[in-house]
């Protein structure tokens, strides 16, 4: 934005600094060529005058020599010329193109040169003027004068150069006034724009320090940073129920399980054993549910900075401790892992992650398939660096399309694994400890059958320079 905004600046300083500068640079050309027709007119008019008192040979030869004179002393060249075209007087060569001889016809008509060609520095290298010799209506004859502009273009260019000069300062005086301006004006849109970046992204202490600018953004800096309070205060209230209310159900709940396992042997046996026994699954259910709250809470709440992992070592270390779960489930588990993966990451991110990725996989896969653990670095579409992309794919029955939208969300499940023992909150928990990595958990179909759950992360080259220090709220 402050590229677009200077870009419009610039062009509209570079459109008003032309808009002065050409008129004034035309202006001057104007005036000193007037000033030279003004001059010369005035030596071509004492010309013409001793030319109509020429009586004698004596007459004659003064108006030569004074003719000779000024051609040397100013390199021009004068004719004086009567009404039947003979030469009374001549100093220089004689011009004889159409224009001499339009301007010595409108001479012998009485007319003087009232106009010039405007003198530009790069010409013309010579101007013409006509007067004629006579008084009143009886004209005798034409004086014609040629005259260089050297010295003219001279001062045009001068001047010209000045005035251009001129217009660069006041352009480059305009643009870094512009460049201020900007700065001052954007300065805090910018900073909005970082804060609402790192809110989005988690971290509900950014706020726009920025106190510059105009009075508008600064209130409306002020605004943002009341509503962000109001935001992090709501989430971190929310949270806290959350978790509090989950670590005081612990004690009630284990109380109850333990008030449950006491009354078990006075239980006769029949329909009400089997219900006590139901009750019990379901106070364990509920104890794995409050343990999830927890987790989950406790990692919205997290605060602990982003560092470099080896996420080939952790993936192997996982796989290899899963190994002899699957084992006993009459399930297959391989893994195809890249060594020397390095990413950006909380602590043990991937193997916390991936320990709920198999933990679900052996829940719903069943017995007989297959499941597939690939570790590997890819290039980031975004631009810039690598990402680490851990994938755990499956030869199991898979979801339905409707129902893949679904699976990261909390306690989702679908209709036909509702019987099966979990909570729903395992690919939640996993969802948000990859987006506080900066990184994302997709779900896909596999092919032919299955699910394919893929966890990405920044890899360590992405490390900015401020990045080691950075922490996620």
Request: net charge negative.
């Amino acid at each position: 934005m402050r590229r677009r905004l200077l870009a419009v600046l610039t062009a509209l300083i570079g459109t008003a600094v032309l808009l002065l500068s050409l008129p004034l640079a035309d202006s001057y050309a104007r005036g000193r060529t007037e000033h030279l027709l003004l001059q010369r007119r005035a030596d071509a008019v004492r010309f013409a005058d001793l030319a109509n008192r020429i009586r004698t040979d004596a007459d004659r030869r003064e108006l030569t020599a004074e003719l000779t004179r000024y051609a040397e002393l100013y390199g021009a060249a004068v004719t004086v010329v009567d009404t039947s075209g003979g030469v009374l007087g001549r100093a220089g060569a004689t011009p004889t193109d159409a224009i001499a001889e339009d301007a010595r016809s409108r001479a012998l008509t009485g007319r003087s040169t009232e106009m010039l060609p405007t003198i530009l520095p790069w010409g013309p290298d010579t101007v013409l003027l006509a007067e004629p010799v006579g008084q009143d209506e009886r004209v005798n004859g034409a004086v014609l004068l040629t005259v260089p502009t050297a010295a003219a273009r001279h001062d045009v260019l001068v001047r010209w150069a000045l005035i251009a000069a001129g217009a660069v300062t006041a352009f480059v005086a305009a643009a870094l006034v512009a460049a201020g301006l900007a700065r001052w004006l954007l300065r805090p849109v910018d900073e909005l724009d970082r804060a609402v970046a790192r809110l989005a992204d988690g971290r509900l202490e950014a706020r726009a320090v920025s106190d510059g600018g105009p009075p508008e953004l600064r209130r409306l800096r002020r605004h943002f940073n009341g509503m962000a309070q109001a935001v992090a205060d709501a989430l971190r209230r929310q949270r806290d129920f959350v978790a509090d209310a989950s670590h005081q159900l612990r004690n009630p709940l284990a109380t109850l399980v333990l008030q449950l396992e006491n009354a078990e042997p006075h239980v006769p046996p029949g329909p009400g054993l089997a219900a006590h026994a139901l009750a019990l699954d379901e106070a364990d259910r509920l104890a794995e549910l409050l343990d999830g709250l927890l987790a989950l809470a406790r990692m919205e709440s997290a605060s602990e900075p982003l560092a470099e992992h080896d996420v080939s070592a952790a993936v192997r270390d996982r796989v290899a401790a899963w190994a002899p779960v699957f084992r006993a489930g009459g399930q297959e588990l391989t893994a195809d892992v890249t060594p020397g993966l390095r990413a950006l990451a909380l602590p043990d991110a991937a193997g916390r992650v991936l320990d709920a990725l198999l933990d679900n996989a052996g829940k719903f896969v069943p017995e007989g398939e297959r499941i597939h653990v690939t570790a590997e670095a890819a290039p980031d579409g975004d631009g810039g660096g690598t990402v680490v992309v851990v994938r755990v794919s499956d030869t199991g029955p898979g979801v339905s399309a409707e129902q893949l939208p679904l699976l990261l969300r909390r306690f989702s499940r679908a209709p036909e694994h509702q019987n099966v023992p979990g909570t729903g909150l395992g690919l939640a928990i996993a969802d948000e400890l990859a987006r506080a990595c900066g990184g994302t958990l997709n779900v896909a179909p596999a092919s032919p059958h299955g699910l394919t759950v893929e966890l990405r992360l920044p890899g360590a080259d992405r490390r900015s320079p401020s990045q080691g220090s950075a922490e996620r709220p």
